[in-house]
RNA sequence: GCCGCGGUGGCUCAGCAGGUAGAGCGGCUCCUUGGUAAGGAGCAGGCCGAGGGUUCAAAUCCCUCCCGCGGCUCCA
């Protein structure tokens, strides 16, 4: 055999191109290219396809290597960890039969069908696992035919299904990490030392089938580092999100509540209250000058009302019924409603298009109560809410305008957010190329305003799509806040009319829209964004001033009446605690400002500034100071 | 709603092979009059989520319910 036939030309990332034996290992060819890297290559790819690291190359390729810290690498690490997890409750439950275990966002799960996992078997579990990758097994891949496999996993009717799913002609794979096999498409890392820093983040029982009460299955979570000082680093990151999740920090600041006596119903404190307020009027200063008109209707309607909207039918299981005089009522959930019947309440002309009436008005909607979720899912809340009337040649530019306002109203606060357009559900009112047309509308302004938003497909709501944002909270949990949605049913099916300049009556459309969405989940969501450190136009006590002992209690006092006649909100401790004492609990108040006030500041007529979270302080002429702190709180800047 | 786990002063938690409750923080009082992240002392405060059961005796064991937490389903 001539050295041409024996060997075979590999292309690396860098351009460069090798040539190696016939049989060489996908591992070999790229520690023959970067010796000095080769220990963080975990699989590589092979002519863009991942492939573990001891598949062989026969023919010649492009071939580039895989890293922890590629994607798809990282997916890789989750799937392999998502074995030995595996693996190790075999061990502890010999009867438990696998089904799934994928990478996720966080880092992988596998599930079971098998009774309820306990905390004895999970203490078990933990144990085996880190036996499992202190034994630095080596995961081998094996393809075997099928009558092989169907053997194989005979007593797993899962991993049986799975393999009929296997598309005939393409290989059926089987891992083996010592003992234990597992029917896999592969690749994994080359061995279980790869996991050192695997770590389980929990179990759970998650429905098999997709329902609230059908079968279900044991749920092990986790995630996977190839150190121990990543994952130190993963739970240290966790622990910060911990600490700033809202119904601790709402808790600290005193802004919200919770009694077992209202489940899911939150109850604004005073300091909460001032947050939602100014909210609203942050809210109120667009509304005015996109010309919105506020109302308030009803919270409860009789029954017939939700008939004619569509709620009765397709809401009724989320919503609170109440029996008066043998009327059925219904809290509303929605204020569309409401809207809809002022908008019918007289005759409407073209002119007044597009009509623009915003409603912040209590809604209730009954979530399960496993759903509860501190203020970002509950019960009753608050929506920055609005309908708008528009004829169909008025769609586009309404909506280019809530979009210009969203990117304004987030901007504001530092979130970042993304848009998903959500189309027609399986249960939904009207006809199906009404949906279209809707459903194009919205997508051609995303596209035109440059937006990039990602479609799911059957979660729009079921009298329209929608166009929802999300904010993420410390967790990264998704939250969905402002919407947009297009709907031509409800003025249908309201019978709402306007006469146009035709002369002729015509139905308008709706956009329903919300910006921020609900006070509840965005205070919620903010916190935690910022760590309960809220801009100082939201904060409840903006300055609080320091008197250094008793002799300076008048004139703080008297500065801070000056504050509060300048707008701030303020307020003086001068109790018997120490001065590092009071600028400490400052702090952990989130107070922005701290105003120092002793001999030093009486004879210069000058306060001594200290901003939250900065050391040290400055010490500026009063009036300087105010205009200052003024400033920043009507500029509705986020830092202090 | 489903599965698992939890519920002890305002908050965070200890006590749970059964013998009627502890700490720190916070609160109040007193001492200290302090210069930018915790000065000191004392005092008050809890039918141990609710109801039932076992027992001579239950915060502790059992059952039911309520509420919470983590997932799931669902959703702003």
Same mark, same amino acid.
């Given at each position: ?424 559900? !399986? ?5 199906? %190329?009404?949906?279209? /047309? &809707? +459903? $194009? *509308? ?115 006092? !008297? ?5 509060? %006649?300048?707008?701030? /909100? &303020? +307020? $003086? *401790? ?67």
């Amino acid at each position: 055999m001539s050295a041409a036939e024996s060997t075979v030309e590999v292309e690396l990332p860098d351009g460069s191109h090798r040539a190696v034996s016939k049989g060489t290992t996908v591992g070999a060819a790229l520690r023959g290219w970067r010796p000095n890297d080769a220990d963080k290559f975990l699989a590589a790819e092979w002519d863009g396809a991942p492939v573990d690291l001891e598949r062989p190359i026969v023919a010649p390729g492009r071939l580039a290597p895989l890293r922890f810290e590629d994607p798809a690498g990282r997916d890789i690490l989750q799937h392999s960890a998502a074995h030995v997890v595996a693996k190790a409750v075999m061990e502890v439950i010999p009867e438990a039969k696998p089904t799934a275990g994928p990478p996720t966002e966080e880092g992988f799960y596998y599930d079971f069908d098998v009774r309820p996992i306990t905390e004895e078997d999970t203490k078990r579990i933990v144990e085996t696992v880190a036996r499992l990758v202190a034994a630095d097994e080596p995961f081998h891949r094996e393809e075997v035919d099928l009558a092989t496999a169907e053997r194989l996993f005979a007593s797993n009717p899962h991993k049986l299904g799975y393999l009929h799913e296997v598309p005939p002609g393409e290989p059926i794979s089987v891992y083996r990490t010592g003992a234990w096999t597992d029917l896999c498409r592969g690749p994994h890392v080359p061995s279980t030392r790869w996991l050192k820093g695997l770590h389980l983040l929990g179990v759970s029982s998650v429905s098999a089938d997709g329902t609230a009460t059908g079968p279900q299955r044991q749920r092990v979570r986790g995630v996977g580092f190839p150190s121990k000082p990543q994952l130190e680093q993963f739970l240290a990151l966790r622990r910060e999100a911990a600490a700033r999740d809202h119904r601790v920090v709402g808790q600290r600041l005193e802004l919200f509540t919770f009694v077992d006596e209202a489940p899911g119903f939150p109850i604004w404190l005073p300091n909460g209250m001032i947050v939602v307020r100014e909210l609203e009027a942050f809210v109120r200063e667009h509304l005015n000058a996109a010309g919105y008109s506020e109302i308030r209707t009803p919270l409860l309607f009789a029954r017939s009302v939700y008939e004619t909207s569509g709620h009765w039918e397709h809401y009724r299981e989320n919503m609170f019924l109440t029996e008066i005089e043998d009327r059925t009522f219904g809290w509303k959930p929605m204020n569309c409603p409401g809207s809809m019947l002022i908008f019918r309440s007289r005759a409407r002309s073209y002119r007044e298009l597009p009509l623009r009436l915003a409603e912040f008005a209590p809604l209730h909607r009954y979530e399960p109560s496993g759903t509860l979720h501190g203020m970002t899912r509950v019960r009753e809340f608050v929506q920055d809410d609005a309908h708008i009337f528009v004829s169909e040649e008025q769609i586009e530019e309404e909506i280019r305008t809530l979009l210009a306002w969203i990117e304004q109203a987030f901007t504001t606060f530092r979130l970042s957010w993304s848009y998903e357009l959500s189309t027609r559900p !399986a249960s939904f009112l009207g006809e199906a %190329s009404q949906w279209d /047309r &809707a +459903e $194009a *509308t919205l997508e051609k302004v995303l596209q035109e305003s440059k937006i990039a938003y990602k479609v799911s497909k059957g979660e729009g709501a079921f009298y329209g799509p929608k166009i929802d944002i999300h904010v993420r909270d410390s967790l990264n949990r998704p939250w969905q806040t402002g919407t947009i949605q297009l709907d031509y049913q409800l003025p249908q099916r309201f019978g709402l009319e306007y006469q146009g300049s035709d002369g002729a009556l015509h139905t308008p459309v709706v956009v329903h829209r919300t910006i921020l969405g609900t006070w509840e989940r965005f205070v919620g969501v903010l916190l935690e964004h910022c760590a309960g450190r809220l801009p100082p136009w939201l904060c409840p006590v903006q300055a609080r001033v320091l008197p250094v002992s008793d002799r300076h209690d008048a004139p703080a006092a !008297a500065l801070v009446a000056r504050l509060r %006649s300048a707008g701030l /909100r &303020a +307020e $003086a *401790t001068g109790s018997g605690d120490t001065l590092s004492k009071r600028v400490r609990d400052a702090e952990l108040d989130r107070i922005p400002w701290v105003l120092v006030v002793g001999d030093a500041e009486a004879a210069a007529g000058s306060v001594a500034i200290r901003t939250r979270g900065r050391k040290g302080q400055e010490s500026l002429p009063e009036p300087e100071a105010l205009a200052r702190l003024t400033a920043r709180v009507r500029e509705r800047s986020f830092d202090p």
